[in-house]
Structure formats: C-alpha cells, structure tokens
C-alpha cells in the first residue's frame, strides 16, 4: 500500500469522516498524516489525532504567561479539572502551555461525536468564563 501524505488522498483513511464533521461545522481543517489542525472563527482550535484502532485523540492548547507563578498556574489547573465534565486539563512543560483534551473511542459515528463536540463546548465555556484563563493565558 502506498504511503498516505494527506487523508483527502485516500477516503478511507479514520480521518476523513472526522474531517468531513468539523468542515461541516464551521472549522477550517489543515490535515497532517494523522493530525488534523482544525480552527473556527467562533470556537476554540482544536487538534484532532487518531490513535490507530483506538479512536481520536481531541487537544485545545494555550500558552500560559510568563510572568505566572507555577504554582499558581497549577492550582488554576486544579480548578479547571474539578469543574470539567468531558475534558481534562494539564501543564505541558517546560513551556507551562495548558492542554485541554478528551479521548473519542471507536471508530467515527456522526451522532456520537456530535454529542463529543456539545459536550466540548460545554467544558470550553468553563473554561472561557473562568475568572483567571485571561488573567494566566496569552
């Protein structure tokens, strides 16, 4: 089988149905192999990576501050996962970026990760409303 450069390249490549969602919904999908760079006008960018016969991995990344004081940035952390429902937030280092990120198991299923993405804008609203995400994040 030839190697795959990019997913439009081959229609049964997982990514393509996932693809197909998010254009549907607004995103504008740069495609990588694996990896799909999606960004919305109105929504948070997300990065969307298959795990080969497990499912998609889904990643919104931030740049913390430098200035912010670890410790605190941790405890902010800490606040944001004691609040989410469907994500889970983390410090990357040595950078402090903050990733956001949720597990879609199985393969695509257009109701499913329909309900995957209202559940992600419910936790990203959270986060957006959270009295400190502008006060650490560029």
Request: proline share 4%; glycine share 4%.
């Amino acid at each position: 089988m030839p190697e795959i450069n990019n997913i439009g390249d081959y229609l049964a490549h997982p990514l393509v149905r996932y693809r197909n969602h998010l254009e549907f919904n607004g995103y504008h999908v740069q495609e990588d192999k694996d990896l799909l760079l999606c960004r919305h006008p109105r929504k948070h960018n997300l990065l969307v990576k298959y795990i080969h016969s497990r499912g998609v991995l889904i990643r919104a990344l931030y740049s913390s501050k430098p200035s912010i004081n670890k410790m605190y940035l941790l405890e902010y952390v800490n606040e944001l996962n004691s609040e989410f429902m469907f994500m889970k937030a983390y410090i990357h280092n040595p950078e402090n970026d903050l990733f956001l990120e949720t597990f879609c198991e199985g393969e695509y299923d257009r109701i499913i990760f329909s309900i995957l993405l209202d559940n992600l804008e419910y936790d990203m609203e959270l986060f957006g409303n959270h009295q400190l995400t502008r006060e650490y994040l560029q």
